[in-house]
C-alpha cells in the first residue's frame, strides 16, 4: 500500500490528461497563424482548432494545411505527418519538398510552434532530441524550429517517469536551443518563462500551488490567487 499522503494521490489523478493538455494550448491559436505542431503531445492539438479559426498547420516533411486526425478505417497511408502519423487535410492544402518546407521555417514563417521536452530551464533553453547512451536518428526539425519560430510553446508533462521535474534551474540532457521557450503548458500547470524564472500563471483542475512547486526544481514564480484551467 503506498505511503502517499491522500491529497497528493488526488492531485496525481487530477493532472490534466495530454489531450487536455492540447486542448488548453489550442486556446494559444489565433485566426490567421501558421503552426507548426511537433511530435508527441503537439500533433493532438489538431483536434481542438476552435470552429470557424483559420489556421494553417504546417509539417516539416512538405505539408501545409493538416487537418485532424483520420477515424478509424478513414487513414489514407501517403498521407502523413513528421512523426509518420496518418493524417487528413483541409481545403486548399500544398505539398511540397522538405527543402520549401525548411524554407518557409527558415524564413520565420510560422507564427508559433509547439513542441514536446525532455527538459525546460527557468531560462527558457530546450532538450528535446537526445538522450546520451541511447541511439536516434538526429535532431530533425527541432533545431530549425527553435531559431526560426516567433513563438514556441512546449506541450510536456510536469514530471518523468521517477517523479523528478523536467522544469529545471539549468538543462542536463543535450540542448535543442536556448533562451527560446517562453510558454510551457505541462500536465500541472501554465506557466510563463522571463527573467530567468517560471511564472505560474494557471493550474490544472484540483491541483494546489504547492504541489506544483514542489514539482518544479526551478524558480518558480507565484503571484497571488492561481485559477484553475476550465475546459
Same mark, same amino acid.
Given at each position: ?45 489538431? #483536434?481542438? *482548432?476552435? !470552429?470557424? =479559426? ?5 509539417? $516539416?516533411?512538405? +505539408? @501545409?494545411?493538416?487537418?485532424?486526425? /483520420? ?79 516567433? #513563438?514556441? *510553446?512546449? !506541450?510536456? =508533462? ?5 517523479? $523528478?521535474?523536467? +522544469? @529545471?534551474?539549468?538543462?542536463?540532457? /543535450? ?57
Amino acid at each position: 500500500m503506498s505511503n502517499e499522503p491522500r491529497g497528493r494521490v488526488k492531485e496525481f489523478f487530477m493532472a490534466m490528461t495530454k489531450e487536455q493538455i492540447a486542448q488548453r494550448i489550442a486556446r494559444e491559436l489565433r485566426d490567421g497563424y501558421y503552426v507548426n505542431l511537433g511530435i508527441g503531445i503537439p500533433t493532438l492539438v489538431a #483536434n481542438y *482548432i476552435p !470552429a470557424g =479559426m483559420n489556421v494553417a498547420l504546417q509539417s $516539416e516533411n512538405g +505539408l @501545409l494545411g493538416m487537418g485532424p486526425f /483520420p477515424y478509424a478505417g478513414e487513414e489514407d497511408a501517403d498521407l502523413i505527418n513528421a512523426g509518420k502519423q496518418t493524417i487528413t487535410t483541409v481545403p486548399g492544402s500544398a505539398f511540397f519538398d522538405s527543402a520549401m518546407s525548411f524554407g518557409m521555417i527558415r524564413a520565420g514563417k510560422v507564427d508559433l510552434t509547439v513542441l514536446g521536452a525532455m527538459e525546460v530551464s527557468q531560462d527558457g533553453d530546450i532538450a528535446n532530441w537526445k538522450i546520451p547512451g541511447k541511439l536516434v536518428k538526429g535532431m530533425g526539425g527541432a533545431m530549425d524550429l527553435v531559431a526560426s519560430a516567433r #513563438n514556441i *510553446i512546449v !506541450a510536456m =508533462m510536469h514530471t518523468n517517469p521517477k517523479g $523528478e521535474s523536467k +522544469l @529545471l534551474p539549468a538543462c542536463m540532457l /543535450p540542448l535543442t536551443g536556448r533562451r527560446c521557450i517562453k510558454r510551457v503548458v505541462s500536465d500541472l500547470a501554465v506557466l510563463d518563462i522571463h527573467d530567468g524564472k517560471f511564472h505560474l500563471l494557471e493550474r490544472a483542475p484540483g491541483v494546489s500551488v504547492d504541489y506544483i512547486r514542489e514539482k518544479t526544481a526551478g524558480e518558480l514564480v507565484v503571484l497571488g490567487d492561481v485559477p484553475e484551467i476550465e475546459f
